[in-house]
């Protein structure tokens, strides 16, 4: 962290995490495929009403992983390796607990679950049946969550990588064997989902119990002072992350809110074009997310060290790593908007040209999403949670759904497919602002 070149550093920390995040993404790709061809548009149904508990959790578990990997950065970097292990290990203590009684609350409840989760009386047995199999999985999803930042930061991102991708071989093998094969139909989707889930989180607790090089476990105190320490390490580590935990909610009010404006504005087949939509933004987030989290552990370690050339040079290189996925993307929705859209349905479907027709409308707002992900990840990483909390908020809540509601109304149709891009353009130019905001200060100190 303090020798190698930055751009080195970068490239060895960014490949193998881009790798492994878009593994992760790939499994909710394969479920929807899979379970679209073997069930039916039912099954994609009872599915789809289950991801915002998905979405919570992993905030959660992401919330726990940036605070603790940003926290522990800072003080390995000041040579206090002790403190970080301790707070890498009550980072996962933390999300185990947190998760326990909700799992066993829903486990216990299953029907009053997927009722609250807005199924229908026809679609109830499909999500209870979904909810039982997969909701074990929630607590190795978030020691994955924040595992692997900590794998990444003790120097073994390659394992990281490796993870991710198991995870998501499994899955797929899972998929087809369960679905196909034997038949077991959403219960085997969630089955093999659990399984892989499963993989990734022992491959990442095993590591950090007996493999890791610095960043083990440490055996926590049980003394009145150790708990209130605890209390008080996690509750900071929760406010660094909290924007991860924004960035996730993001997620679902775009899935919540776009439902309700496509199905006003064109019934059925506009929320069956949307959810075409929904399956990529897990992988525009998941770049985002990788550019972000490969950039975090220089930024906060050369921010410990206070060797601000290496924290610029690590911010200029992720913002136009950032910005080159970001194009990347929006050219392959406007390049290929009928390839992408024809590996779930027939091109000749109402919902498909729905799609086809707004996937190039839609394409600009991700070169605003992953640049905006990534400028989010450097406030983090150098503790300025004020703004990463508020440019969350921007992005998330206080942009989005004014967007959505309005922009209809102005545009007709079009803007439906221009309220996201509209949401991130406007964070990216408060952001923007922020920064020349702050330099107009500093220059006249």
């Excluded at 060797?307 to 136009?320: D, Q, S």
């Excluded at 009928?338 to 600009?364: C, M, N, S, T």
């Excluded at 707002?365 to 990463?388: D, K």
Aim: aromatic content about 12%.
């Amino acid at each position: 962290m303090g020798s190698l070149r930055v751009g080195t550093l970068f490239r060895k920390l960014f490949v193998p995490t881009l790798l492994g995040m878009v593994s992760m993404s790939a499994v909710a790709v394969v479920d929807g495929i899979f379970v679209g061809h073997g069930v039916g548009s039912d099954g994609i149904a009872a599915v789809n009403i289950c991801i915002p508990l998905l979405m919570i959790f992993t905030g959660i578990g992401l919330m726990a992983g940036v605070g603790s990997s940003v926290v522990s950065s800072i003080h390995f970097a000041r040579g206090q390796v002790k403190a970080a292990r301790i707070n890498v290990t009550q980072a996962l203590l933390f999300v185990t607990l947190v998760t326990l009684l909700p799992v066993t609350v829903i486990l216990a409840f299953p029907r009053l679950t997927a009722l609250l989760l807005g199924s229908s009386e026809h679609l109830l047995p499909l999500v209870v049946d979904y909810l039982i199999w997969f909701v074990p999985g929630l607590i190795p999803q978030l020691w994955i969550a924040v595992g692997l930042f900590v794998v990444r930061l003790d120097g073994a991102p390659r394992l990281a990588m490796w993870c991710s991708v198991l995870s998501a071989l499994v899955n797929v093998l899972l998929d087809w064997l369960f679905i196909f094969p034997l038949g077991w139909g959403v219960m085997g989707a969630a089955f093999a989902s659990t399984i892989s889930i499963a993989t990734g989180g022992v491959i990442v607790v095993r590591y950090l119990t007996h493999g890791a090089r610095t960043l083990r476990l440490y055996r926590l105190k049980w003394s009145r002072k150790s708990f209130r320490l605890t209390f008080r390490n996690i509750g900071y580590q929760c406010r660094i992350g909290s924007s991860a935990l924004l960035g996730e909610m993001t997620m679902a009010v775009l899935l919540f809110t776009g439902n309700q404006v496509f199905m006003r504005y064109l019934g059925d087949a506009g929320v069956g074009a949307f959810g075409i939509t929904c399956y990529y933004m897990p992988f525009i987030f998941m770049i985002g997310n990788a550019v972000a989290q490969s950039a975090q552990p220089i930024i906060s370690y050369s921010f410990g060290r206070m060797e601000w050339p290496r924290v610029i040079e690590a911010r200029r290189i992720a913002l136009l790593t950032a910005l080159a996925c970001g194009c990347l993307v929006a050219a392959c929705f406007i390049a290929v908007p009928r390839l992408l859209v024809a590996l779930f349905v027939d091109p000749a479907d109402p919902a498909a040209q729905i799609a086809i027709d707004g996937f190039p409308l839609f394409a600009p707002g991700c070169i605003f999403f992953v640049v905006n992900l990534a400028a989010i990840g450097y406030f983090q990483s150098l503790e300025r949670l004020a703004p990463a909390t508020l440019f969350a908020l921007l992005r998330g809540l206080v942009l989005l759904v004014p967007s959505f509601v309005f922009l209809p109304q102005l545009l007709g149709v079009s803007g439906i497919w221009f309220a996201m891009p509209l949401s991130e353009c406007l964070t990216f130019l408060s952001i923007v602002g922020y920064v020349a905001m702050r330099r107009r200060r500093c220059a006249g100190r």
